[in-house]
């Protein structure tokens, strides 16, 4: 019973990461595809290769996530906390993408695990989750929207004497670039989320100890079901994102994922604080949109966007701790 109760939260914990995958493909490349600069399928290709590439980049975040928020529990108790925190993470992943909100695949993990873990009565680092996940929740947009105006101002101004037309065609280029660096960051941040869990599973089953390197195994399992899920293509993300919040060009859109990439880099190597990529992309879109003028952002969609945020925590929280009340009904 236990390496079968292992198996299926590594297997559960990989289907989130697919989940993670198409739900936050558009972070990488809806700038790209929306100004035409890629076309979707090519800039899902080259999404899903440097999600894989980024996965091998660190472990700050993993160690974060595996010993950072929660206390490690043990027994049949223990998997049956990962399993429901996974759950609970998947179902809100499934919900908002059906209604296409760009809300946090991250958030929805730590919300997870946090009312998994209250519901199994293992004890929640608070320290941990206020200044790994809760701080950044709120200063990571932050920066994303003034670095996003900054970066675009600053674009504005050297650009200002260019022939429009190949000022765009170049910035068209220089998308490939940002997207792709949009995307390793991606990769090394939310790949890395998953191996913590399948960390913690492992030191659970007593077949790693804690404290020991990631399997080689984990990195590739992780980072390969990231890529399939983020070739799969979140298309309803994607339109909200790409169009919904404002008409980019390729200008703007190489504002905003330079932007977008260089913070998720820094967090990660860092401050090893695993932050929510959706945040931090959306959030430079607005800042980037706001410098053509400030009505020029859909301020409505924006705050559709940002109530799904602060509701993704403890909507993920309050699923995860029904699902462990039923698996401790049934199973244990």
Known sequence: MDTFALILTIGVALFFTYTNGFHDSANAIATSVSTRALTPRVALAMAAVMNLAGA????????????????????????????????????????????????????????????????????????????KVVIPMFVSPVVGLIAGYLVMTAIMWMFRRANPHKAKRGFRIAQTVSAAGMALGHGLQDAQKTMGIVVMALVIADVEDYGDPIPVWVKIACAVMLSLGTYAGGWRIMRTLGRKIIELDPPQGFAAETTGASIMFGSAFIFHAPISTTHVITSAIMGVGATKRVNAVRWGVAKNIVLGWFITMPAAALVAAACFGLVHLIAL
Not at 64 to 88: C, D, K, R
Not at 91 to 98: C, D, G, H, Q
């Open 56 to 131: 091998f980049l660190g472990s700050g975040v993993a160690k974060t996530v595996s010993e950072g928020l929660i206390e490690t529990p043990e027994g049949s108790t223990g998997m049956g906390i990962l399993f429901a925190a996974l759950i609970g993470a998947i179902v809100w992943n499934l919900i908002t993408w059906y209604f296409g909100l760009p809300s946090s695949s991250s958030h929805a993990l730590f919300g997870g695990m946090v009312g998994a873990a209250l519901a199994g009565g293992t004890t929640v680092y608070w320290n941990g989750v206020v200044d």
